[in-house]
């Protein structure tokens, strides 16, 4: 089974940057689609970004694209995803996930999903 786990969130200024990363454990996703997710309290999980088991192909929402950029790194089973211009808004937990289906595009159904990490808090202050 597959353990996802997510790492450089914090607390940031707005224009500011971060790395968050998502390391994976318990086997590979090499093979897999990954994607990242965000919520604040009250509202639902919301998709961030998304990337191709290959790393060939990317997705973005429009809240964030020109400013996060997703990546991976298969021999590492590691996937990124780089935030700057930060804004007061992106404050939420971000969660990485992977879709255990081989050589899937990309996938923005939370449903499709089948491992999530336990998130990491992105904070951005005004």
């Known amino acids: 089974q597959v353990q996802l786990v997510e790492s450089g969130g914090g607390l940031v200024q707005a224009g500011g940057s971060l790395r968050l990363s998502c390391a994976a454990s318990?086997?590979?996703?090499?093979?897999?689609?990954m994607g990242w997710f965000r919520q604040t309290p009250g509202k639902e999980r919301e998709f961030v970004s998304a990337?191709?088991?290959?790393?060939?192909?990317?997705l973005y929402a429009n809240s964030v694209k020109g400013r996060f950029t997703i990546s991976r790194d298969n021999a590492k089973n590691t996937v990124y995803l780089q935030m700057n211009s930060l804004k007061p808004e992106d404050t939420a937990v971000y969660y990485c996930a992977v879709c255990t289906s081989r050589y899937a595009s990309l996938v923005l159904d939370p449903e499709r999903y089948d491992y999530w990490g336990q998130g990491t808090q992105v904070t951005v202050s005004s």
């Open positions: 318990g086997g590979t996703v090499r093979f897999y689609p």
């Open positions: 990337i191709n088991w290959s790393g060939g192909d990317t």
